[in-house]
């Protein structure tokens, strides 16, 4: 199975003002991780991604009413690894969207970067509640089952994509 790794940003927003600061932040023309495949079963395409107030899955019409794709990547997949992402998937849809988590992502890179100063994501809460970087990397380290090195408290979608540069690098996925 083609699992898509998408990094996006939203359409048809207002003042998408929480997208502007992550892409801010984080200097990227994207702000939102999201992971996509084909449902066989169904015959539908899915979107699995942690937005708005939780962890959830979203269907093609309104991915596309709702999300610019700006760059995408493709892992191949097997079985065993399918059925773990979907175990996966449905222990953890439903869970609380980290506002504060994201926050706090927002200090560390603050104080880092202006302050020169170490710091620990104060929000950081394990599992109780995800940001899209948070659960895409997660499920990046459980199917590829690849040492990354990344602090998924503090980790936004700049540090996933840097990631997935380094596979494509040594010709694990490839980019879409």
């Not at 773990?84 to 200090?107: D, H, P, R, S, W």
């Not at 710091?119 to 394990?126: A, E």
Request: proline fraction near 3%; glycine fraction near 6%; include cysteine.
């Amino acid at each position: 199975m083609k699992l898509t790794i998408g990094f996006s940003k939203p359409k048809n927003k207002v003042l998408p003002i929480f997208s502007w600061l992550i892409r801010l932040v984080e200097w990227t023309p994207y702000s939102h991780v999201y992971l996509q495949w084909h449902n066989a079963y169904t015959d539908k395409l899915l979107t699995y991604e942690a937005g708005g107030s939780s962890v959830h899955f979203k269907g093609k019409r309104i991915f596309n009413e709702t999300i610019i794709p700006i760059h995408e990547f493709s892992i191949e997949i097997d079985d065993t690894q399918r059925r773990n992402l979907m175990a996966y998937c449905f222990e953890k849809a439903g869970t609380e969207y980290g506002v504060k988590q994201i926050l706090g992502i927002g200090y560390v890179k603050f104080m880092c970067c202006l302050l020169n100063k170490k710091v620990k994501n104060p929000f950081m809460d394990g599992d109780k509640s995800m940001v899209c970087s948070e659960l895409v990397g997660n499920v990046l380290s459980d199917i590829l089952l690849k040492e990354h090195h990344l602090d998924l408290d503090i980790a936004g979608p700049r540090a996933i994509y840097e990631f997935l540069l380094e596979l494509e690098a040594s010709n694990e996925i490839t980019r879409l």
